[in-house]
């Protein structure tokens, strides 16, 4: 399907600006343009400048001079971009807000080459946490691609990337202390038509450092995620004895959740961990880790000794509470890392006589009755829900046989447009919201290109419905060819199909759920 590119710079931009006023004439972007930074925005400057020479080089000659002004000026909210013949200028008080400026540059030259239409802008975001999750589990992503698709978020002035980077099927986090686990946890068998091949792969440390430095120069903040306690049979696989039968465990080749999952009454899990996270603050510097907590069934500590000691020592109720007490340690040892711990909503579950810590922030992802529940005990929290268009494991239309996706769930590109992560259930305590996310599961995606495909362009519109505090799905239908050109000038691949006004929803989800795992 085609659609016509407006020669106007107010039908162009997705997240659509607050407010965009055209202007006649157009700016040519050359090697003649002088450009003035400020040096409290040199590395801004310097960034904007390699990561549009990658994807449009200079070739306009003789173009003539003209100057681009990179400008601290207070009193702004957000930033402010104007665009005139002569002169170009990005203006802000702090460099978040200067990137994302010229991030808004970067996209009206991707959109229309070196010379783009006069224009000013004033902007600013509606939801402070606009994010993205990768499972490299499931299916291992390289760092050239995961650096390729932080690029491609950034022009949607996304700013967070929740990597989650252990699951059953694979554990891809260097561990210095524990080389048996980089080495047996990371990979697991071949299918039979695979001959020698096995499946899987680990990070180096520098490679996450590398990404890490990447994403700062984005002003995207990683939020790593370890699986605790369940999703877990990758390192029980190396350590056997973190499991409550002893093993042995073999890193599955198929989805689906495990019973076998970390022993809640080892001490010498709670050690390892204190090891693991510890390393994970070291690489990662932002403010959140996310400690999993999802879908972790019980049945194993039920027979256990060890885990029925625990509940006696600690005159727990049951096995449930097990988990609520494994989820306050862990969010202990990653509170006394100075960070603040992040926990699927199961984390809310069995916990009267633990309670879940203050600081921990909930993300919510079976529905939004996880953000309504944590609205309500004062929990700071981040909407994530399956069912609302923000699944992008799902396929884009569940009528569709021929789709990629997982055949029970439906992201539809309009579900992720209305996708609103504040409910009305939340009352005056939906402030303690920090924004939304979209997850990518990978057991259907081999390959970065298969993630492309997945994400764009619904995570344009989600990061839409998460910046601009005016929405209109035929506005930003209109703006299609537009977002395409932008991810084709960036070499992303993108859903083709069409951006249906109706949306068929997915069904909900939940330990039930089962998984298939493509090799
Ligand atoms: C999840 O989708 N299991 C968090
Ligand atoms: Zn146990």
Request: with cysteine.
């Amino acid at each position: 399907m085609f659609t016509r590119i407006s020669e106007k710079a107010s039908g162009v931009l997705a997240p659509r600006p607050v407010s965009v006023k055209d202007r006649k004439g157009t700016f040519t972007f050359s090697q003649d343009t002088l450009m003035y930074v400020n040096p409290l925005f040199a590395e801004e400057a310097e960034t904007f400048i390699d990561l549009l020479l990658e994807d449009l080089p200079y070739e306009e000659k003789g173009a003539g001079e003209n100057e681009l002004y990179i400008n601290k000026r207070k009193g702004i909210k957000g930033y402010r971009l104007s665009i005139t013949p002569e002169k170009a200028e990005v203006a802000a008080e702090d460099g978040v807000s200067i990137f994302q400026g010229l991030e808004t540059l970067r996209s009206l030259l991707l959109t229309y080459g070196h010379t783009v239409p006069c224009c000013v802008i004033s902007d600013y975001p509606k939801t402070e946490y606009r994010g993205f999750m990768l499972d490299v589990a499931r299916h291992f992503v390289t760092i050239r691609e995961i650096k390729k698709l932080l690029k491609a978020a950034s022009l949607l002035h996304l700013n967070y990337f929740h990597w989650h980077l252990t699951d059953d099927q694979g554990w891809r986090f260097p561990l210095s202390f524990d080389p048996k686990v980089n080495e047996e946890s990371s990979v697991r068998p071949a299918k039979d038509y695979q001959e020698e091949r096995t499946e899987g792969g680990i990070y180096t440390r520098a490679e996450l450092e590398e990404v890490v430095s990447y994403a700062s120069r984005l002003h995207i903040t990683i939020v790593p995620e370890i699986e605790t306690p369940g999703h877990a049979m990758a390192l029980l696989h190396a350590h056997p004895e973190f499991g409550c039968t002893g093993g042995p465990y073999e890193v599955p080749t198929t989805g689906g959740i495990f019973s076998d999952v970390l022993c809640v009454g080892n001490d010498e899990v709670l050690s390892f961990f204190r090891k693991v996270f510890a390393e994970v603050a070291e690489i990662f510097p932002g403010p959140y880790i996310h400690m999993g907590g999802d879908e972790c069934p019980h049945t194993a500590y039920e027979t256990c000794p060890k885990c029925q000691q625990r509940i006696r020592d600690n005159g727990l109720k049951d096995v449930r509470e097990l988990q609520s007490w494994m989820t306050v340690q862990i969010a202990k040892i990653i509170t006394e890392l100075g960070r603040i711990p992040v926990g699927w909503d199961e984390v809310l579950e069995n916990t009267d006589t633990m309670g879940l810590p203050p600081e921990v922030v909930v993300m919510s992802w079976r529905g939004s009755q996880g953000g309504i529940e944590a609205a309500k005990r004062g929990h700071r929290f981040i909407m994530s829900p399956s069912v609302e268009g923000v699944y992008y494991d799902y396929r884009y239309d569940r009528e569709d046989p021929d789709e990629h996706g997982q055949y029970w769930g439906e992201a539809s590109v309009r579900a992720s447009y209305d996708f609103e992560p504040v409910k009305p259930e939340m009352g005056e305590h939906g402030d303690l919201v920090l924004g939304g996310q979209g997850n990518l599961w990978t057991e259907r995606v081999d390959f970065g290109r298969d993630a492309e495909a997945l994400l764009f362009p619904r995570l344009v519109a989600l990061a839409e419905s998460l910046w601009s505090g005016e929405k209109d799905w035929e506005s930003f239908r209109a703006r299609r060819g537009a977002i395409e050109k932008r991810l084709s000038s960036q070499d992303v691949m993108f859903w083709s199909g069409e951006w249906k006004s109706i949306t068929h929803g997915a069904e909900p989800r939940g330990l039930a759920d089962s998984r298939t795992l493509i090799d």
